[in-house]
DNA sequence: CTATCGTATAGAACGTCGTTCGATGGTCGA
DNA sequence: TCGACCATCGAACGACGTTCTATACGATAG
């Protein structure tokens, strides 16, 4: 049923993954628990379905998107979407790690990247480390970004400001002589925007290829 | 009692995550259930704690390796040791993206790390962006590499290899005209070396910063 | 010496979860 | 009408995290 997917992935992400159990699945749908094994083997399954169900609308996002004549400049462009799907859809970070290899739409976006670094003037073996590394860093960062928020932030006690604020402040408690780095950037940290600090780690990786393909 | 994190931790290396449970804990302590939960809150502080239990040792392995007159170089260094440790305990990569603010021994690497970066002639967004990146590259490789392995290898049913060759095997299988990045790579797939392919997407994001930083 | 309090241990009990299983309809071709 | 197959259902099982109460040990105070 197309109906058991969906209904999952709105549990997931309504309240990410603790939520998604099959009594609260069964009780959504109006039917029995034991009715959703006839369609999923496992809860692993109902996951790897789940995120897969949600990849295939990524997958057409990432696909009308236009065109760059720079390779380069094309994989920026899937790898920003692909992060802004985990960016909204937290719970997706960890579920894109498991089973890369055999989650089909997974593995289209991996394909796709790939594709990029196929019009890169490099040996087979750096664009199998080139492909690897820019979707390593996005689905890394991504499920780290992902990390389930506090429970505050769910709750609506504490804004993701708030959250930030006080990590800054116990950084700034610290000994300052041990952790001069961290005091540099508790500032930084306190206000920052993860989309952005994405894209410049991105940059960073994408220069560096850049580099190593000559232009 | 330091013995319960030893224990936890020799739990989590022989079967990962799942095996841990209060009862085998117990059970392996010779105590019963109740009295962990004088030591310990919850199981989620169990995990944190036996993350950091082990983070300690990574620590002093990190601190010993001698500094390189290039910044850039002890950068890599340490992402390489810290990527070693994960690799042989992949249940650590899951644990270290939790709370990363908030556990002692990660917090000292992620000072590490910036340390070296400030070494770098760069602003201090951009600081904070470059180690944030390399943590973040680390990171998420690790956690991906650390996906628990099928049961087969867990059994000694298959090897590691076996698994990467059917893999290998399921991408050649697709159509050529649609997936020819897979076709390309699935030779180097089946039998890459995960250290290596880290050190090549690393060295990549250090080219970028080394680009970044003028040198 | 005994009363008391903080430290530490132990295991029964509770509620929730994933999962299994047998029973029960419903539909359709023979 | 009869089975064969698709689909549904919920009780029951075992494992888990967690709570709670009972108990013991040691030191300290009266």
Redesign the pocket.
């Known amino acids: 049923?197309q109906s058991v997917m969906t209904e999952a992935v709105a549990l997931l992400d309504e309240a990410g993954e603790?939520a998604?159990?099959?009594?609260?699945l069964?009780s959504r749908?109006?039917?029995?628990?034991?009715?959703?094994?006839?369609?999923v083997?496992?809860?692993?399954e109902?996951l790897d379905r789940a995120a897969d169900h949600v990849m295939a609308d990524v997958l057409v996002a990432v696909e009308k998107l236009p065109a760059a004549a720079d390779p380069i400049d094309s994989m920026r462009a899937i790898a920003v979407a692909l992060f802004a799907a985990v960016a909204d859809r937290p719970w997706l970070g960890a579920y894109f790690m498991r089973d890369t290899g055999t989650q089909p739409n997974a593995l289209k976006v991996y394909e796709l990247i790939g594709q990029q670094v196929q019009r890169l003037d490099l040996t087979r073996r750096e664009r199998f480390h080139a492909a690897s590394a820019v979707i390593g860093y996005v689905i890394g960062i991504a499920a780290d970004l992902g990390q389930q928020p506090p429970q505050e932030v769910v709750d609506g006690t504490a804004s993701r400001d708030d959250v930030l604020d006080r990590w800054a402040d116990q950084w700034r408690a610290l000994d300052r002589e041990e952790f001069p780095f961290l005091h540099e950037i508790a500032d930084e940290f306190a206000g920052h925007d993860d989309a952005e600090q994405f894209r410049a780690g991105l940059d960073l990786l994408l220069a560096g290829l850049r580099l190593q393909s000559g232009r």
């Open positions: 049923m603790p998604l159990t099959f009594r609260a069964a749908l109006g039917t029995g628990v034991g009715s959703i094994y006839w369609y083997a496992s809860k692993d109902l």
